[in-house]
């Protein structure tokens, strides 16, 4: 069993910066693309940002320039360091890993609970 525990969120004012955290924790062998979803009220699930294993990383046009997702392996927690946010981007945000660990399931997508982020104008 595996874990995905996010903290960081909160309450900022438009022009502020955030910055979230996502530890994983269980039976890991090893974690391969790690990522940041956010689901706003009333709109759907949406991609903000993932990064592979390989330290490649892809971002949404919307936050391309003030987001930055990175990865710390050896304490296997993946980051979003948000800057200039704006009151769009208020939504919960959803960490996610694929995970490969040494007992069934061996490779699994797991998802924290959520962090909620509100940006007031």
């Known amino acids: 069993q595996v874990q995905l525990v996010e903290s960081g969120g909160g309450l900022v004012q438009a022009g502020g910066s955030l910055r979230l955290s996502c530890a994983a924790s269980?039976?890991?062998?090893?974690?391969?693309?790690m990522g940041w979803y956010r689901q706003a009220p009333g709109k759907q699930r949406e991609l903000v940002a993932h990064i592979t294993s390989g330290g490649g990383t892809n971002y949404a046009d919307s936050v391309k320039g003030r987001f930055t997702i990175s990865r710390d392996d050896a304490k296997n927690t993946v980051y979003l360091q948000m800057n200039k946010l704006k009151p769009e981007d208020t939504a919960v945000f959803y960490c996610?890993?694929?995970?490969?660990?040494?007992?069934?399931?061996?490779?699994?997508?797991?998802w924290g609970q959520g962090t909620q982020v509100t940006v007031s104008s």
């Open positions: 269980g039976r890991i062998f090893s974690i391969n693309t």
């Open positions: 996610t890993a694929n995970v490969r660990a040494s007992v069934p399931p061996y490779e699994y997508d797991y």
